[in-house]
């Protein structure tokens, strides 16, 4: 047998590769991110969008209740006044984000050079994005929100012992958690998208 025969598979004629241990194609893990990257951010401005009709418009299931809930709605109506500028400024940073996302995401499935400094892009401006919104939380939302529930279980008799306590924890608890959760998508884009491997194979890509 001759010593050709063990020669390892080659590039078809024609196709410039610099690197042969590069793959050849689009991996199939930034075709993955990519289409993530364009479900989420569908998902996102879809979200946002519904955000800021909501931050005009009211919410309409406010004005469904019935007279005997004047309190409760008036209570809720305040805290959402308190918080209308920050949640617009919140959900216009969405906007933004699921811009970039999308973006990154036709460049990712496309196989573009430019594919990864574009997702990159998205997962840092995510993080800040998440950032500027716990922020907020902390110094906006959760103190109008801690003041409507006073307000919804004043003279209340039947509110249990340590209720409060309870709300006031499920609250601050639920706010970082979901942020957390939110976070955790744009960290595995940058940890699994820039391993030197892939990073090499952006590299080697004409445009």
């Given amino acids: 047998m001759s010593e050709s025969s063990y020669l390892p598979p080659q590039p078809p004629p024609g196709l410039p590769v610099n690197n042969p241990h590069l793959p050849i194609g689009i991996p199939r893990i930034v075709t993955v991110f990519g289409i993530m990257h364009l479900v989420f951010a569908g998902i996102g401005m879809v979200s946002a969008v519904s955000g800021l009709f909501m931050a005009f418009a009211g919410n309409p299931s406010m004005k469904m209740q019935g ?9 809720q109506q305040t805290m959402m006044d308190k918080v209308k500028t920050v949640e617009i400024t919140g959900e216009c940073l969405s906007i933004l984000v699921g811009v970039v996302m999308i973006i990154a995401g036709i460049k990712l499935v496309k196989g573009r050079r430019d594919g990864l400094g574009w997702s990159n892009k998205y997962a840092y401006l995510s993080l800040l994005e998440k950032l500027a919104k716990l922020v ?68 080697e890509r004409g445009r």
Avoid: C, K
């Fill in 67 to 75: 007279n005997a809930a004047d309190a409760m709605v008036q209570a």
């Fill in 136 to 203: 907020i939380a902390f110094t906006v939302v959760i103190p109008a929100t801690r003041e409507m529930m006073r307000d919804m279980m004043n003279g209340s008799t039947s509110v249990p012992s340590g209720m409060n306590t309870f709300m006031e924890i499920s609250l601050v608890g639920g706010v970082i958690g979901s942020i957390l959760v939110a976070a955790i998508y744009p960290i595995l884009t940058l940890v699994l998208l820039n391993r030197r491997g892939l990073r090499e194979w952006f590299a």
